[in-house]
């Protein structure tokens, strides 16, 4: 639990904060408010899909081990590992 919310995962080690988003994550304007909340308390925050973790594991276990510590970094980070997914995909 961070302040008042819940949140499915937490690594305070790596300031890392892990939500799975199921059918209760429609609402995707309150989930990015939530996460700001979140990362305001000096977290990253890695939303992962129940498809991303049954079907693309690999991928999910590679953005959480490799996730950099900086905030700021982060950004940067989701965008490579994201592009290289999608075209290995691809």
């Known amino acids: 639990m961070v302040s008042n919310m819940i949140v499915d995962l937490a690594l305070p080690e790596r300031n890392l904060l892990i939500e ?40 999910v276990l590679s953005e959480i081990l490799f996730m950099p510590r900086n905030v700021r970094a982060k950004d940067r980070y989701l965008v490579a590992m994201r592009t290289a997914a999608r075209n290995r995909l691809a």
């Open 20 to 59: 799975l988003d199921g059918a209760s994550h429609e609402d995707r304007e309150r989930d990015a408010r939530r996460d700001g909340k979140l990362r305001g308390f000096g977290f990253n925050v890695l939303r992962f899909t129940n498809e991303d973790i049954f079907e693309r594991t690999d991928l």
